[in-house]
């Protein structure tokens, strides 16, 4: 057990701050998690996650508790918004993915997520420090010296920097490049489930793509809330920030013109908070000495495939897994980089490729959707297989 006993900082506790402190706890380091926020919030309700990763959970022994309040989708459905009531294609989940992969694909509440993941870091001996945003982060000999807002400071054997899109230590120590803008907002809120149509309320992902637009949907918390992300093609972001409350109303304008059961669950969205997408170039590196990026730090991804946080969790383990058969600090986190840079990379890529096929324009949305619904009408599974090497992976067993 080389972990046992090294001192490591994990700046920010979001979904990979979080996974990785417990992975690292549980193999016995001394974890401190510094998080800017006064307190653990997530904006924007639902969050799926793939089979890849709920490997991760199940290994982290977190798996019982995040399946007590996990949905269970059926199927993802995409539809055409102009064609009504019948779906284009339908990628079965439910059985099928058990059977495909070994193991479910939820949906769950990222609140219940962080609480689940702050009490397996807690429980596993880390400590959570509240209101402790870092500054910097300088290599001095065999440590790291961290320096937090208000003039604290820390020490450190390793450094992982799990400080989202904007991380200040990845702009410090790897690439100086900032993050940029997307070209796509996402809306994001729940509606209650009362006043949603009820065929959003099924075990269902939807996808309802229009041209340069799109709206998942998919129910959560036992089918009380049903979440929507509405992502819209957008030349600029001017706002500060990169998140605010938005008014409904512009949600419902950009849709103008969206009937059945996307445009009625429009209507009855009576809040909602607008994001601009940012992601950065795929970076030459990961690690600076005993510094490690994680998660959107160092693989910011479009939302399309659903896997930034899931890629986070097998960061998360994976960086445990590295440093934990490693003698030396810094060569496990080279062999972390290097067990992941690739994946995180395709996935980066192929989740940008998803957001074309939704956004299409009307020339070439009825050919690529007739090829779909053929494909979808006489090998239902190919559909699926297209996810394998996602969804099938199982890094807690690779590594
Ligand atoms: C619209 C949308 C839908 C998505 N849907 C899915 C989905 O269904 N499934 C999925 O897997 N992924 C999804 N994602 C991606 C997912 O949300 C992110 O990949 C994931 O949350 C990244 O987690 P993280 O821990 O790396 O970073 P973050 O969640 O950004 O956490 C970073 C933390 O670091 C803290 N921090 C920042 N700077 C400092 C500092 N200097 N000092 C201390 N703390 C600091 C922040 O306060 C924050 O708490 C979606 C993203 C979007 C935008």
Do not use: K
């Amino acid at each position: 057990m080389r972990l046992a006993g090294q001192e490591i900082a994990v700046v920010g506790a979001g979904i990979g701050g979080l996974a990785a402190a417990t992975a690292l706890a549980q193999r016995r380091a001394h974890v401190h998690v510094y998080e800017r926020a006064p307190r653990l919030t997530e904006a924007g309700a639902g969050l799926q996650v793939a089979p890849n990763g709920v490997a991760v959970l199940e290994a982290l022994g977190l798996r019982n508790a995040a399946e007590a309040s996990a949905s269970h989708p059926e199927a993802v459905e995409l539809f055409d918004h102009r064609s009504g009531g019948l779906p284009v294609a339908r990628v079965p989940l439910g059985s099928d993915a058990v059977a495909r992969y070994g193991r479910p694909y939820w949906h769950l509440h990222r609140a219940d997520l962080l609480d689940l993941l702050r009490a397996g870091a807690e429980e596993a001996g880390a400590t959570l420090h509240l209101g402790a945003g870092v500054e910097a982060a300088a290599p001095r000999g065999e440590t790291v010296a961290l320096t937090l807002a208000g003039g604290a400071t820390a020490e450190a054997d390793i450094v992982v920097a799990a400080d989202g899109v904007r991380s200040a230590l990845r702009a410090r120590h790897v690439a100086s490049s900032p993050p940029r803008f997307a070209r796509h907002v996402a809306w994001r809120g729940t509606v209650p489930a009362e006043r949603a149509p009820a065929e959003l309320v099924r075990p269902h992902v939807r996808v309802t793509m229009g041209h340069g637009r799109h709206l998942v949907t998919y129910p959560l918390r036992a089918g009380s809330l049903v979440n929507f992300v509405a992502v819209e093609e957008r030349e600029a972001w001017t706002a500060e920030g990169w998140s605010h409350p938005d008014d409904p109303g512009h949600l419902r304008r950009a849709f103008a013109g969206w009937g059945g059961a996307a445009g009625a669950l429009l209507d009855a969205v009576d809040s909602c908070f607008l994001w601009g997408l940012f992601d950065h170039a795929p970076l030459p590196r990961w690690v600076d000495g005993r510094i490690a990026l994680l998660g959107d730090a160092c693989h910011p991804m479009l939302p399309f495939l659903a896997q930034g946080a899931t890629m986070a969790l097998e960061d998360a383990w994976v960086l445990a897994d590295c440093l934990d058969g490693a003698d030396d600090p810094r060569a496990g986190l080279v062999a972390y980089e290097s067990a992941r840079r690739g994946r995180a990379t395709r996935v980066q890529r192929a989740a940008a490729g998803s957001g074309r096929l939704y956004h299409l324009g009307p020339v070439l949305s009825g050919p690529a959707h007739a090829v779909l619904r053929t494909v979808a009408a006489v090998a239902p599974r190919h559909l699926a297989s297209r996810f394998d090497w996602i969804f099938g992976e199982d890094v807690t067993t690779t590594g």
